[in-house]
């Protein structure tokens, strides 16, 4: 078997609070093969973010701390590296992206400035060629009229043009892999659009993985390969897009797919959504066995005694589930 | 008090009952001051000459990206916002012309809920406060006990418990918090409840909870709604009729499936295809729109879409489509689409 680009086992990282410790990783898997697409899915508080930054060892420590488990890029354990050789490994080989460009911009700086300084960090270049490169990058991220747009500021740019800059950036140094945390959610449809085209061109043009978190269900079936869902710090299944929206075997994935509106079906065919009740758990003390039994309609008394196994239920899928 | 003018309906239905609520070229216009005067510089058309009809018991969506004018829409409706200018008729009473008295009161019939339902609930209030406030304002109970137990009740309804009404909001989740705020719009017994984007900061498994309570509720006291969200398949699951915004323009109007099926208007087409399908053996094919929604201080001459339109021609800069009826009930702004 391939050794893949970057292997999540047994992940905790924990946050300690006024109130306890806090949960938010509880004992994740999860792996990205080189040149995929894997979508990160669940909802709000459920670690996919915490997830995500653990990789890049963007916890504040303290409160957070890794508590168990291994993050290997290319066979080698992230958790023990001191924070220069970190430095290495971000932006050179793993880059990410935010939510919310205009807080991971910074406003003093042109833009130019910001993706030059990056550039500049791993290869040896002058001012003038740096920006020339940052230039260049905008226009690959179809920004209108590069060379004078280079020498705006954050704010002259829309949210739309602002996630390009953040794309252009993280590019710069064309990482292996590219962890998009929520990259569409504060724009708008149409935008959104533009910028899923966009990362799919730029995936094809520079061969990097990418790991899309995002709770957005539709972003995940038009965009990645395969797929990791997520619930109150686990992962309860893992399969290949086809096969997570075809055959959902975890009933909180079937819950998820089923509580969305589709626009493509017709008023005619409309049923009723199906709401799964109930809330999250509380991370602070989660609940013996299945997080989501409390939830879940088949529960039945062995859900709530164990924390079930991931099981493969067919090739590559993977559920936590007794059924 | 009479009805609007039916020579100034541009979006009425072709069925003969009395809408419940009538817009008519409603504008709000915002100043942009500047300089050490504070003069006003220049003015943000948010509404720009917006026009529709309600009628009772139907859920209209107004469905437009941000900056398209659709919360402000619902706002200047209730009058939380002073409109410029235009109409809003309610029952067939005037709402511009009521004063303090008769808006307040119009309001009993006329709620409003919220997209953050914690920045709308009073965090030094208890529950019961606050969904008790709306019953004391409109004098609708005589007693503290006639509070409590209509408190409860009303919790009830929403899918809340009893007791609930003594703590405050901070206790909740967001899918209880927004439960929260419909159950004080619900304390009046509103005829028109207006939604401005309810279930867009929750997560989807909530959002699906809220959106149907939104539908039993509506079906046991006969209520209807003004949806508004950016979302449009939340807005297609629970409307009747649809209004897709533009930068302050309704550019088309049609029955849901209608508008799903066939819409008209070039913008409504690249709007409904730019929609993530949670399908993976789905492949459609996508209109992409070329750059960003335009500044509404300097919006485009002529019709507002022109500069990302895929069919523009150059007669589209010059002159304003107007709403026509393009098919019965189904009602667009372009020159070249029928």
Known sequence: MVEPLLDIRGLKTWFKTDDGMVRAVDGVDLHIDRGETLGVVGESGCGKTVTARSVLKLIDMPPGRFEAGQILWQGRDLIPLSM???????????????????????????????IAEVIALHQKLSRKQAIAGAAEMLRLVNIPNPERRVHDYPHQFSGGMRQRVMIAM????????????????ALDVTIQAQILELMQEMKERFGMAIMLITHAMGVVAETCQRVTVMYAGNVVEEASVEALFGDPRHPYTQGLIRSIPRVDRSAEKKQRLEAIAGTVPNLLEPPPGCRFAARCKFAMDVCTQGLPPLKEVGPGHYVRCVL | MSAPVASQAAATTPETAKPLLSVRDLRKHFAIRGGILSRVVDKVHAVDGVSFDIKAGETLGVVGESGCGKSTTGRCILR?????????????????????????????????????????????????????????????????????????????TVGLRPDHMRRFPHEFSGGQRQRIGIARALAVEPKLLICDEPVSALDVSIQAQVINLLEDLQEQFGLTYLFIAHDLSVVEHISTRIAVMYLGRVVEIAPAAELYDTPIHPYSEALLSAVPIPDPTVKRKRIMLEGDVPNPIRPPSGCHFHTRCPIARPDCSQRSPVLEEKRPGHWAACHYRD
């Open chain 2, 80 to 156: 939380l916002i002073e409109p410029s200018s235009g109409e809003v008729w309610f029952q067939g009473a005037d709402v511009m012309k009521m004063d303090h008295n008769a808006l307040q009161a119009m309001r009993r019939d006329m709620q409003i809920i919220f997209q953050d339902p914690y920045a709308s609930l009073n965090p030094r209030l208890t529950i019961g406060a606050i969904i008790g406030e709306a019953l004391i304002i409109h004098k609708l109970v005589k007693s503290r006990q006639e509070m409590e137990d209509r408190v409860v009740q009303l919790l009830e």
């Open chain 1, 84 to 114: 220069d050789e970190m430095d290495k490994i971000r932006a050179k080989e793993i880059a990410i992206i935010f939510q919310e460009p205009m807080t991971s911009l910074n406003p003093v700086y042109t833009v130019g400035d910001q």
């Open chain 1, 170 to 185: 993280a590019l710069s140094c064309q990482p292996k892999l590219l962890i998009a945390d929520e990259p569409t959610t």
